[in-house]
């Protein structure tokens, strides 16, 4: 009978982030490394600073050994529970602030220029106009 897998949040995993309470997510599973620091062969900074987030890019460009993979398999509390992220929506907001920034940008450069031609024009109407 296959064993059902907990879900976590990112948060609840994120929360684990201390030297005696250590969670790191890699590749959509969740692993307490919590008794593992001290072994780890990059120190255990390494390990503290992939906490809180998908640690996965790190691992993978560590270049970790097929033994090193198999092992971290022993630490394996769970997955990640992927129903709600919320960093999706926070990136699709922020392209819509860049791009509405970027709007507002292009409003604002177009509208100087002619106002300084129509100042120009103005100007150049009102010296002629006293000649």
Not at 7 to 19: V, W
Request: include cysteine; glycine fraction near 6%; proline fraction near 3%.
């Amino acid at each position: 009978m296959p064993t059902l897998s907990k879900l976590y949040s990112m948060q609840e995993a994120s929360e684990h982030n201390t030297k005696d309470d250590c969670w790191v997510v890699i590749d959509g599973k969740v692993y307490d490394v919590t008794t593992y620091l001290d072994e780890h062969p990059g120190g255990d900074d390494v390990v503290l600073a992939a906490t809180g987030k998908d640690a996965t890019e790190e691992f993978e460009d560590a270049g970790h050994s097929k033994s090193a993979k198999e092992l971290m398999e022993t630490f394996c509390i769970g997955e990640l529970d992927t129903t709600f992220i919320p960093q999706l929506e926070i990136s699709s907001k922020k392209q819509t602030d860049y791009a509405q920034k970027l709007m507002d940008l292009t409003k604002q450069y177009w509208v100087v220029p002619v106002a300084a031609v129509s100042v120009s024009v103005v100007l150049g109407f009102l010296y002629l106009r006293k000649k």
